[in-house]
């Protein structure tokens, strides 16, 4: 597997296999596709579920799990599950580092490694680079996004988020695996 992981200073992807496949990405360990149940307890998941339909459609849910033991490399961890599974299946796991300095051109740079490393494995890939936009939710928040587009319809989104000094949310890199099924879903 491929193993997707934030170092202190940089991000770096060890690779086990060259198949162009997204589980063959883990993000501490997780991959698309694993249940949600071996790595969290089945109350927990539920918990996070009554508070994790933030989208319009009401077909996935988010749950957000914060500064677990082990977690290794990101501060937060974001899984997408569908809303009747009782298998809990992955179809998006993303991984959040967090700049407790503002540093957002340290987010930046992190950005950069982890796009060249994904496209050091992916070379079939297409990588759409949204630039700078404003966050559709707050025009004061600035977001930088890569998203690898892998033949099979899977994508690695990789974003970094720019809040103002005085936001209570501070800077942080993005990385998410998204399956074929969640990307379709978030976009049409």
Same mark, same amino acid.
């Given at each position: 597997?491929?193993?997707?992981?934030?170092?202190?200073? $940089?991000?770096?992807? %060890? +690779?086990?296999?060259?198949?162009?496949?997204?589980?063959?990405?883990?993000?501490?360990? =997780?991959?698309?596709?694993?249940?949600?149940?071996?790595?969290?307890?089945?109350?927990? $998941?539920?918990? #996070? *579920?009554?508070?994790?339909?933030?989208?319009?459609? *009401?077909?996935?849910?988010?749950?957000?799990?914060?500064?677990?033991?082990?977690?290794?490399?990101? @501060?937060?961890?974001?899984?997408?599950?569908?809303?009747? @599974? #009782?298998?809990?299946? =992955?179809?998006?796991?993303?991984?959040?580092? !967090?700049? #407790? @300095?503002? @540093?957002?051109? *340290?987010? %930046?740079?992190?950005?950069?490694?982890?796009?060249?490393?994904?496209?050091?494995?992916?070379?079939?890939?297409?990588?759409?680079?949204?630039?700078?936009? &404003? /966050?559709?939710?707050?025009?004061?928040?600035?977001? *930088?996004?890569?998203?690898?587009?892998? $033949?099979?319809?899977?994508?690695?989104? $990789?974003?970094?988020?720019?809040? +103002?000094? &005085?936001?209570?949310?501070?800077?942080?890199?993005?990385?998410? !695996?998204?399956?074929?099924?969640?990307?379709? /879903?978030? %976009?049409?």
């Amino acid at each position: 597997r491929i193993v997707i992981t934030l170092l202190i200073l $940089i991000l770096s992807i %060890h +690779p086990c296999t060259k198949a162009e496949d997204i589980r063959d990405f883990q993000i501490e360990s =997780i991959s698309v596709g694993d249940s949600a149940l071996d790595y969290f307890p089945k109350f927990e $998941i539920e918990e #996070k *579920k009554r508070g994790g339909f933030i989208y319009e459609k *009401k077909d996935f849910y988010s749950a957000t799990f914060y500064q677990k033991n082990f977690f290794e490399f990101y @501060d937060n961890v974001q899984l997408h599950l569908k809303k009747d @599974d #009782k298998d809990y299946l =992955i179809y998006s796991v993303g991984g959040q580092k !967090i700049y #407790k @300095d503002h @540093d957002i051109k *340290k987010c %930046h740079s992190d950005m950069e490694d982890a796009l060249k490393s994904i496209k050091s494995y992916f070379k079939t890939a297409n990588v759409k680079d949204s630039g700078i936009m &404003d /966050w559709q939710f707050d025009s004061k928040v600035k977001v *930088k996004s890569y998203y690898v587009q892998l $033949i099979s319809g899977d994508e690695v989104a $990789i974003e970094c988020y720019d809040y +103002p000094k &005085d936001y209570k949310f501070i800077d942080d890199l993005n990385i998410a !695996i998204d399956s074929k099924e969640f990307v379709e /879903w978030l %976009h049409y």
